[in-house]
């Protein structure tokens, strides 16, 4: 049985499924790999250190009509969707909810499809999973980013001279990558706020050195998944005036709250925005569905009275090699999960609440 993967569009993706420290765990449990020539070139992993740890090299037509299972970071391209046959699987980011028509079609072809963004949160899928492993990378690098951009001093600094105050930082949803955020921030020296709708999330908060700011009469927000749900207008309105309060002392917003398969929620409003002080940074992670901020523009910086307003719609593209280590043991670990070793075929067992769960049907 053969797994293969071939090179995304690098437009718009430079992390890859496979490094070659896991391909020799891939052989481990009876797997060959193919991988299309020039894989992973763009950051620095050559054909020949693939082909060193066993995997084999070919032309991508290749890779896609021979493997039985093909994994990727994002869904294949239209054209090469058409190649794939009968009882092929392929695993990826697949983004359900906004490629539900191409994923319709290919489980009406019979292709099993397996989404590992829909993962459950359950402790046997914590090693797959991908939304935390890159969540923390995206979190730590929107620190870094903002803060290189922010023109002034993070830390306070006393010197003989006079004394400069610490940044105040207020991180926007405090899930996997605003919590590293905070993390992050702290231990550079930053003040730091953060919120969030899910009242579980104060004591993490507090206990990385964050102050949790906490929205009058607030209930918890919170799915069984442990994502968050969407607010009542009441509670709109009630963090938008204690958001505007802070935000008049704020150097720099983070945001990284999304809900699964919908718009990301607009919770920093143009006059909201209008209280902060000119140079101030809002670092926008949730651009890509739409942005928390209500200017935000995927991958622009709009400038409103002074306040950048910064939107990243793929800020691992700034860390493939570490993104795509962490994503290549995530995706090993779902496709061992899969393989049937006795039998060497891939099994579709639906009462693996893992295999359930993630296959598009």
Known sequence: MIVGSISENLNIEKRVAITPDIIKKYISIGLQVNLSKNYASHIGITDEQYENEGATIS????????????????????ENL?????????????????????????????????????LPRITRAQSMDILS????????????????????????????AGTISAAKVLIVGAGVAGLQAIATAKRMGAIVFATDVRLASKEQVESLGGKFLIVEGAENLETEGGYAKETSEDFKKKQEELL???????????????????KAPIIIKKEMIDVMSSGSIIYDLAASQGGNS???????????????????????????????????????NFVNN????????????????IIKKTMIK
């Open 59 to 78: 032309e991508r037509e290749n890779v896609i009509a021979n493997s039985n299972a093909i994994l990727q970071m994002n869904i294949l391209n239209n």
């Open 294 to 332: 209500e200017l935000t523009k995927a991958d622009q910086i709009i400038d409103r009275n002074g306040v950048q307003i910064m939107g990243e719609k793929n800020i691992l593209n700034k860390l493939p090699v570490s993104a795509s280590n962490l994503y290549s043991k995530n995706m090993f």
């Open 82 to 118: 058409d190649k794939l046959k009968e009882k092929q699987n392929l695993i990826g980011v697949l983004n359900p909810y906004v490629n539900k028509d191409k994923l319709s079609e290919l489980a009406s072809k019979n292709v099993n499809c397996f989404s590992l963004d829909l």
């Open 244 to 262: 505007k309060e802070t935000l008049k002392k704020i150097d720099i917003v983070i945001c990284t709250a999304l809900i699964p398969g919908k």
């Open 133 to 160: 492993s890159q969540a923390n990378l995206a979190g730590y690098k929107a620190v870094v980013d903002s803060f290189a951009y922010f023109q002034k001093a993070i830390p306070m600094m006393m010197t003989a």
């Open 338 to 353: 899969l393989y049937d070793k006795e039998k060497k075929t891939f099994k579709i067992n639906l009462e693996d609440e």
